[in-house]
């Protein structure tokens, strides 16, 4: 199997979902000695280079690489999905769909009640294995789950405990955010995370034994400096002896999950896209989230092909942030337009400081590049730089007149914090947006979960007007369920109970759209959300609006363990 031959099925697979637009008119490591401001120009070899590179790939690929594309889809499981031929897969879709018609979604109550139900369902079932002696932790020491998920709890350190951080009254969890920097705005996560948290300990508390417990966010400011995480991190493990930590931002994540995974803590549904969240063998407490950066990358390409045939092959311009969470989106896309050359003529990413307060010279660069295709490959602040620099500098103009389009980052979909501030400049944006439902969007405010949500945030004096505080529930909702179904397993909650209820977790989330299945199974599947939504903004109306089906590869994606030193998965 070549790699050339699987994009082009992850192509064609994401084509059949895609709708065709009229594209001519709408259309961190933060530190202060963050390198300088990079250009380099790719360009994508021709198709008529010799064979030597390609047996060369294939030579990689009976060695196990894959690439910076770690996450796809195997070859197999693509062509399966093509042509319709995945009767297992088509089965447990209709089971899955008869179990959802019992439930009530118009409703808050049935939601919950739907929770409930399958929350009742996986304790059933973990516990029966548990029991066996098939899965839990042995007389060996090995922690045992799901397909072939093990951990060697023998190796913890000496002075490990299965309880460390819950006492008489609390469950007491760490969290490294950015609450100062340019990426200030992602700390509002952790204030709508501690706000679910607190209607959980108010009105639905975690039970150890027969006493309840409040669920404690102790929130550290890293300002998003990974030396500063790395620092918060020893803290939270040694004076604040929390039970499980969760971390914001891909090179801060980089710099501590190793400790983290050594030290045997729980640390699932980081907040980052990166690739390397889903390596269930080599950082067994570690687990993503949200959909990672390489399928974007591999979506943003299919986006093209699909919709821009009229211009192929275009040059694309990616305005990247220069650190470990943009390398993996260059290194992703690069590699993809490497392969697609077909598609993609030349790539040039333009490499921003994390910290720098303006990105004029930066867009400069880009907008001499004269490229069909922008795409913005950054977080935080930054990504309002850059809608408003694109149309202040007359690329927003320049893209489109040629028929070419704009693209913005999922990590950037929140219309309050990213696209209102940027005013018209915003209009006609696209976005591999994740799945994910803004609570600010009018579309969804009469859902009886934003709904809900929102009456919560602002009893809590947080912000509803803020998606960023919403977006805390995002995360809090899959902790909360893996930690209560912890709680019901036999020996109650633990840490190792909670990593099984983890890497087990098979929720419906009522903050994603309809059509992305959250799911994780032990070694075969690491990836939480495996789809998106393409979605192009209306500045009028202040909202994201989906064009064609949901996209969703749920269970397909390759595990990927990261090459620190040479970026990509091996």
Known sequence: MTKRRMWRLLALLFAFSLVAAACGGGDDDADADASETETETTAAPSEGDDMAEE???????????TGALGGAAAEEDIEAAVAGEDEDEEMADEEMMDEEMMFDRSTIEGIFEEATARRAKAV???????????????????????AGFEIDISACPDDWSNTTGITDSQIRIGHTTAQSGNLAAYGNIAYGWENYFNWLNDNDPIMVG??????????????????QTIEFVDELIEAENVFSILTLGSPNTLAVYDKINAECIPHPFVMTGHPAWGDPVNHPWTTIMQMSYSTESILWGAWIREN???LL???????VMDNDFGLAYELGFEEWAHENTDVVSEFLPVRHDPAAPTLTNEMTTVLAFDPDVFISMTAGNPCLLAIQEAGQSGLIENVRDKGGVLFTPSVCKAVANYMEPAGDASDGWWIVGGGGKDTTDSKFADEPFITWLNDNLAAGDLDPGNSLNGVGYMYGYPYGEALRIAAELPGGLNRTNFILAVRSIDIYHPMLLDGIITQLNGNADAYFVEGSDFSQFDAAGQTWNQVGAVVDVNGKSTNCAWDKDNGGCR
Do not use: F, Q
């Open 313 to 319: 092959p275009v040059k694309v311009a990616g305005l």
């Open 124 to 146: 059933a079932s973990l516990t029966e294995k548990i029991e066996s002696g098939e899965y839990g932790v042995g007389d060996d020491g090995i922690l045992r789950g799901p």
């Open 308 to 310: 821009l045939s009229d």
């Open 55 to 65: 047996e060369e790939m294939a030579e990689e690929e009976d060695e196990g690489a």
């Open 210 to 227: 027969d006493s309840p417990r409040d669920l404690t966010l102790i929130i550290k400011d890293d300002a998003y400096v990974a030396a």
